[in-house]
Structures are given as structure tokens and as C-alpha cells.
């Protein structure tokens, strides 16, 4: 039986080895116009099946990598209808979830960003700035987190309410200091 | 600049097209490139003049064939239209006239 899994192990580390970055194609497939896709998908395994005969898989990877990036141009994109449609990304609903938890995380941010613009009482500086996003996104991974790991509807509701409260209690202590601590400046 | 001008890189791309007559897919204009010229060239660049190129009517291009190396997708070969031909005779034509008006003094003094 050893013997068995351990060749098996080795069959898909060979499997492994003659196909590059899953996420890099799904990357490409994502964002390139539907009518060039084919060919230069197929431009892309040529050239990373030349790679890997000359310097190994690892650095053929990587270069592979280099050249999806490389292929993110205006001439091969593709319209908006295509780039905001997550699935051609095979984004699970999990992804969009979190997705779009850290974008109401930015968009938050850009509340105060806005507000500075109009008026001098608010006056954020990138410490601050930097403060509320490492807040907001931490709370925003918590939530996804909690939201993945716990099944139960009312345990789910408990622990979500429990994170907004002491977000709410951090961000008070923070910004205007209602405990008597250092951080609150006192 | 009139849509019917091309750049330097067009101009050694649809050059490369016309070399390779009718054999011409993005990775091997890339090779001609690296082994003529001794000159890097992306994918991404080339793929975006030859699209730039087939746009001007310049290349014209049908589906090859797919091969195991290409994962079984197929390739597209590229060919010289007669006005990718004339263009590249123009610039030519262009270039020779600015050597011609070039006074033999210029090329002494350096």
C-alpha cells in the first residue's frame, strides 16, 4: 500500500509539473476578449512547455506568470460586461461574499476621504487612515471567517453582533478616547 | 498620425510576417525577433501589433492547426495583405529619401 500512494503521489506531481499556475490562466481567462482567447491561450502553454524544457518548471512558472500579467493590455481585455462577471473567474460565492465585504470596507474608508475634501473638521492622516483600514478589513475577515466556519444561523448572529461591538468599542476608544487608557490618550 | 502609418516595432513585426510567409503565429515572430534582431519581445506586445496590424488591414489571419504543445488550442497564422506590402515599401521608400538627404559633412565631422 505504500508503495502504492507514494507512486501516486508521484504521478500527480508529474501531472502537476506539465501544467503551469492554475490561478494565472484563470486570471487570463477572466480578462481576455472571448475571440483571442484560444489562440493565445495556446501561445501561452507553447511558450511554457519551451520554458520548461530549457530552465525547469519552477522558473517556467514563473515566467508564465510574468507573460499573463505582461498580456493584461487594453487591445486584449475585455469589455466591463465581461470583467464584472465573476464567473468566467469561477468565483465561488464564498470569494464574492468576502469580495464584496471588503469592498463596503474601502468604501467606508472613502467616507472620511470624501468629508476631507469639503470641510477642515475632518482632518484624517495616513496613520489614521491606515488605522481604520487595518480595523475595517480585520473585521471584515473576522465576519467572513466566522461566516465559513459556523453553520448554526443564531450562533452565526451572536458572534457577527459580538465582532460590530467591539469594533464599535475599539474605534470609540480610538477616536475619542471613552476608556481611560493610553491609547485613548489618557 | 494617420491611420495608415505604422511604428517601429509594427513595421519589424509585419517585416517578421512577411519573412515567414504565411507560417507566422505570435511565437515564432517572437523567436525571428530575439534571433534577428537580438532584441526581447513580450507576447503581450507582439499580440497587440499584430491585432493593431490586422486592424489597419495591413495582416490578414486564419486558424491553424493545434498541436499537444499548445494544450489543443489552435494557433493564428499571420499573412502580408498586398497594402501591409505597399506600406512597408512606402516606409522604405521614406527612409531611403531621409539616408539620400542626409549631407556626407554630417557623417565626417562625428
Same mark, same amino acid.
Given at each position: ?12 506531481v508529474?501531472?502537476?509539473e ?15 476578449? +472571448? ?14 512547455? +519551451? ?40 468565483? /465561488? ?45 480585520? /473585521? ?23 465582532l ?23 | 498620425? =494617420? ?9 519589424i ?28 519581445? =513580450? ?22 492547426a ?25 516606409t ?9 538627404a ?7 565631422? =562625428?
Amino acid at each position: 500500500m505504500p508503495y502504492r500512494s507514494s507512486r501516486l503521489n508521484s504521478v500527480k506531481v508529474k501531472k502537476k509539473e506539465n501544467k503551469p499556475s492554475r490561478i494565472a490562466l484563470a486570471f487570463f481567462h477572466w480578462y481576455c476578449k +472571448r475571440a483571442f482567447r484560444e489562440e493565445i491561450e495556446g501561445d501561452l502553454m507553447e511558450r511554457f512547455s +519551451r520554458y520548461k524544457e530549457k530552465y525547469g518548471y519552477t522558473k517556467a512558472n514563473q515566467l508564465f506568470i510574468k507573460e499573463v500579467i505582461l498580456l493584461f493590455r487594453p487591445t486584449l481585455i475585455g469589455n466591463i460586461y465581461q470583467l464584472t462577471n465573476t464567473e468566467t473567474m469561477m468565483i /465561488t460565492n464564498q470569494n464574492k461574499r468576502l469580495l464584496s465585504i471588503m469592498a463596503a470596507a474601502t468604501a467606508l474608508l472613502f467616507i472620511p476621504f470624501v468629508a476631507m475634501q469639503f470641510t477642515s473638521e475632518v482632518n484624517w492622516q495616513f496613520f489614521d487612515f491606515l488605522v481604520a483600514a487595518i480595523l475595517l478589513c480585520g /473585521t471584515g475577515l473576522v465576519l467572513e471567517f466566522i461566516l465559513r466556519k459556523v453553520k448554526t444561523r443564531r450562533r452565526r448572529m451572536v458572534l457577527a453582533l459580538t465582532l460590530f461591538l467591539v469594533l464599535i468599542l475599539v474605534w470609540a476608544g480610538l477616536a475619542v478616547g471613552i476608556f481611560g487608557t493610553v491609547v485613548a490618550g489618557s | 498620425m =494617420s491611420q495608415k502609418s505604422i511604428g517601429e516595432f509594427e513595421e519589424i513585426v509585419l517585416l517578421i510576417v512577411a519573412i515567414l510567409n504565411g507560417e507566422a503565429y505570435s511565437v515564432n515572430i517572437i523567436e525571428e525577433i530575439e534571433e534577428r534582431l537580438h532584441r526581447n519581445a =513580450s507576447l503581450g506586445a507582439v499580440q497587440t501589433v499584430l491585432k493593431r496590424l490586422e486592424a489597419k488591414g495591413f495582416v490578414s489571419s486564419d486558424f491553424g492547426a493545434a498541436t499537444k504543445a499548445r494544450g489543443g488550442k489552435r494557433k493564428r497564422l499571420y499573412e502580408i495583405t498586398p497594402s501591409g506590402q505597399e506600406i512597408l515599401e512606402q516606409t522604405r521608400a521614406q527612409r531611403n529619401a531621409l539616408w539620400d538627404a542626409i549631407p556626407k559633412l554630417s557623417f565626417k565631422l =562625428s
